[in-house]
């Protein structure tokens, strides 16, 4: 297992906390894999790291972690990682001259022969696709550049008449659309790199191809704790099911590749704004993925649309930002990381940034804990405070206040390491792992004097704290106090 970072109580950090409160995700692939390119990225601005697991082996994702929490332990600063599983491919087989033509209108049979394909058949060896389809029922091949339109069903024939036409050729993916297919969104491929990546200790897996909520279960139970589990949004059925899958899953992404791939792609961005704004009532944290900053895998600046595409995310409140080939495989892995930085910089310094992110209305449940939460976002706006302070174990009470969307830090105390990691993708938080407090007193010093160790606030500033009484109780939020850094404490700290 990759090493942890050092415990020393309150260690300096060499890293300066973001300005910025959405966070950057970025993918780790061929072209930025190395522990300088690793460092390069977060300087430029990634908070996260994304483990592809569809690619590569498992030495090379090995080595690309333990980078990680070498960078982790030299900065001082907990770092997250996220494994992303494959989930199941569906492809079409072989063809004799490996492709074939098709045109529009045509005839066309998928079938359960394995002789190679040709202009009239290809093979198709998934069981399940043919218990699931009925007549009416569209197939897409090769990212949606082909479209089948399902005439005729039986145990061993779809056929089915061509829509749009093309070149099929050799092992292309398949997508079915409309309907549920009865297949477990774990495969055994899966099932191995979640045990691997347990063992490497991530912080988040990622689970593709969910199509209900028993899909999340199912990954829940196999993670038992030792990670935290985001759900892909990227099939239609999991729209239909959003609220069930959002209640079980830690985190959502909203997966626009495949979604625009089995959906019209004018759906795909009122969809975005419905899977982000749900996450954000429930409290889940929700990130924005694929295509962000598509151009500049070979290209050193975006195109003015993709700029307007991540800003958009922004002003929505997404948690997250990612990038995808272009940080894994494209030629400008660090510029591409450096403009997303600046490009959310400079929507969250827009004035009508606060209102904009307010467009979708959070309310608390009823708890003391989200009461708490709620106060702390209004005391900042009434009395104009630098940041809020939050004690935590389990980070629940750091997730309630970044619900809220405060337009200050979220500074996240907490004794646990595997708590510090998993708040990366967290809107506005910077997490320090720290040891508890015990009383009231001790609270409030340690509370001002990591603001000021981190850079997050000044003498003569105010803070907000939040903390459960008794300490050391998960769950328990119930204070929230209003503490001012003055002269004095501020060169005692200097001088300590």
Same mark, same amino acid.
């Given at each position: 297992?990759?090493?942890?970072?050092?415990? =020393?109580?309150?260690?300096?950090?060499? #890293?300066?906390?973001?300005? /910025?409160?959405?966070?950057?995700?970025?993918?780790?692939?061929?072209?930025?894999?190395?522990?300088? *390119?690793?460092?390069?990225?977060?300087?430029?601005?990634?908070?996260? $790291?994304?483990?592809?697991?569809?690619?590569?082996?498992?030495?090379?994702?090995?080595?690309?972690?333990?980078?990680?929490?070498?960078?982790?332990?030299?900065?001082?600063?907990?770092?997250?990682?996220?494994?992303?599983?494959?989930?199941?491919?569906?492809?079409?087989?072989?063809?004799?001259?490996?492709?074939?033509?098709?045109?529009?209108?045509?005839?066309?049979?998928?079938?359960?022969?394995?002789?190679?394909?040709?202009?009239?058949?290809?093979?198709?060896?998934?069981?399940?696709?043919?218990?699931?389809? !009925?007549?009416?029922?569209?197939?897409? +091949?090769?990212?949606?550049?082909?479209?089948?339109?399902?005439?005729?069903?039986?145990?061993?024939?779809?056929?089915?008449? +061509?829509?749009?036409?093309?070149?099929?050729?050799?092992?292309?993916?398949?997508?079915?659309?409309?309907?549920?297919?009865?297949?477990?969104?774990?495969?055994?491929?899966?099932?191995?790199?979640?045990?691997?990546?347990?063992?490497?200790?991530?912080?988040?897996?990622?689970?593709? $191809?969910? @199509?209900?909520?028993?899909?999340?279960?199912?990954?829940? /139970?196999?993670?038992?704790?030792?990670?935290?589990?985001?759900?892909?949004?990227? =099939?239609?059925?999991?729209?239909?099911?959003?609220?069930?899958?959002?209640?079980?899953?830690?985190a959502v992404m909203v997966a626009r590749g495949d979604l625009g791939v089995e959906l019209p792609p004018?759906?795909?961005?009122?969809? @975005?704004?419905?899977?982000?704004?749900?996450?954000?009532? &429930?409290?889940?944290?929700?990130?924005?993925?694929?295509? *962000?900053?598509?151009?500049?895998?070979?290209?050193?600046?975006?195109?003015?649309?993709?700029?307007?595409?991540?800003?958009?995310?922004? #002003?929505?409140?997404?948690?997250?930002?990612?990038?995808?080939?272009?940080?894994?495989?494209?030629?400008?892995?660090?510029?591409?990381?450096?403009? &997303?930085?600046?490009?959310?910089?400079?929507?969250?310094?827009?004035?009508?940034? #606060?209102?904009?992110? !307010?467009?979708?209305?959070?309310?608390?449940?009823?708890?003391?804990?989200?009461?708490?939460?709620?106060?702390?976002?209004?005391?900042?706006?009434?009395?104009?405070?630098?940041?809020?302070?939050? $004690?935590?174990?389990?980070?629940?009470?750091?997730?309630?206040?970044?619900?809220?969307?405060?337009?200050?830090?979220?500074?996240?105390?907490?004794?646990?390491?595997?708590?510090?990691?998993r708040l990366g993708i967290l809107w506005g938080a910077h997490a320090v792992r720290t040891r508890d407090? !015990?009383? $009231?007193?001790?609270?409030?010093?340690?509370?001002?004097? *990591?603001?000021?160790?981190?850079?997050?606030?000044?003498?003569?500033?105010?803070?907000?704290?939040?903390?459960?009484?008794?300490?050391?109780?998960?769950?328990?939020?119930?204070?929230? !106090?209003?503490?001012?850094?003055?002269?004095?404490?501020?060169?005692?700290?200097?001088?300590?």
């Amino acid at each position: 297992m990759a090493r942890a970072m050092p415990t =020393k109580e309150d260690s300096p950090s060499r #890293y300066t906390p973001r300005s /910025r409160k959405v966070r950057i995700l970025a993918t780790l692939g061929p072209a930025s894999d190395t522990p300088e *390119m690793i460092r390069r990225l977060a300087e430029a601005g990634a908070d996260a $790291f994304r483990i592809n697991m569809s690619h590569g082996n498992h030495a090379d994702h090995e080595r690309r972690i333990a980078s990680i929490r070498a960078l982790e332990s030299e900065l001082q600063r907990p770092t997250t990682i996220l494994a992303d599983l494959q989930g199941p491919k569906l492809r079409v087989g072989k063809f004799a001259g490996d492709k074939a033509e098709l045109k529009a209108g045509q005839a066309f049979t998928f079938d359960r022969d394995e002789a190679s394909g040709d202009a009239k058949r290809a093979n198709l060896p998934h069981r399940e696709i043919f218990d699931a389809v !009925h007549p009416g029922t569209r197939l897409l +091949v090769d990212d949606g550049k082909l479209v089948f339109r399902v005439t005729r069903v039986s145990e061993e024939r779809i056929e089915t008449k +061509v829509e749009v036409g093309g070149t099929i050729s050799n092992n292309k993916g398949l997508n079915v659309p409309d309907v549920v297919l009865p297949l477990a969104a774990l495969t055994e491929k899966d099932r191995a790199d979640l045990a691997f990546a347990l063992d490497q200790g991530v912080d988040w897996v990622a689970l593709s $191809f969910v @199509q209900r909520p028993e899909d999340v279960a199912e990954a829940r /139970r196999l993670i038992g704790g030792k990670a935290n589990l985001l759900a892909k949004i990227e =099939k239609p059925a999991a729209i239909e099911r959003l609220e069930g899958i959002l209640e079980l899953a830690d985190a959502v992404m909203v997966a626009r590749g495949d979604l625009g791939v089995e959906l019209p792609p004018e759906e795909v961005p009122p969809l @975005q704004k419905r899977i982000v704004e749900g996450a954000r009532r &429930m409290g889940r944290p929700v990130v924005v993925a694929t295509q *962000m900053l598509e151009s500049m895998i070979n290209s050193p600046s975006p195109t003015r649309a993709e700029v307007s595409d991540v800003a958009t995310a922004v #002003y929505d409140g997404a948690d997250a930002i990612m990038l995808s080939a272009e940080s894994a495989s494209g030629q400008y892995p660090c510029e591409a990381v450096e403009m &997303m930085n600046r490009i959310a910089t400079s929507a969250e310094a827009d004035p009508t940034h #606060y209102a904009r992110v !307010h467009f979708t209305e959070t309310l608390p449940d009823a708890t003391t804990n989200d009461a708490i939460a709620r106060a702390a976002s209004g005391i900042v706006r009434t009395v104009g405070a630098a940041a809020i302070v939050c $004690f935590t174990s389990s980070g629940s009470t750091a997730r309630r206040v970044a619900r809220e969307r405060p337009t200050v830090p979220l500074l996240v105390l907490t004794p646990s390491l595997k708590t510090s990691r998993r708040l990366g993708i967290l809107w506005g938080a910077h997490a320090v792992r720290t040891r508890d407090v !015990h009383s $009231f007193e001790e609270m409030v010093g340690k509370s001002k004097r *990591m603001a000021l160790r981190h850079g997050l606030a000044k003498g003569g500033d105010r803070i907000i704290v939040t903390a459960g009484v008794p300490f050391g109780v998960p769950g328990s939020t119930n204070v929230v !106090h209003v503490a001012r850094l003055i002269g004095d404490e501020l060169e005692r700290h200097s001088e300590g």
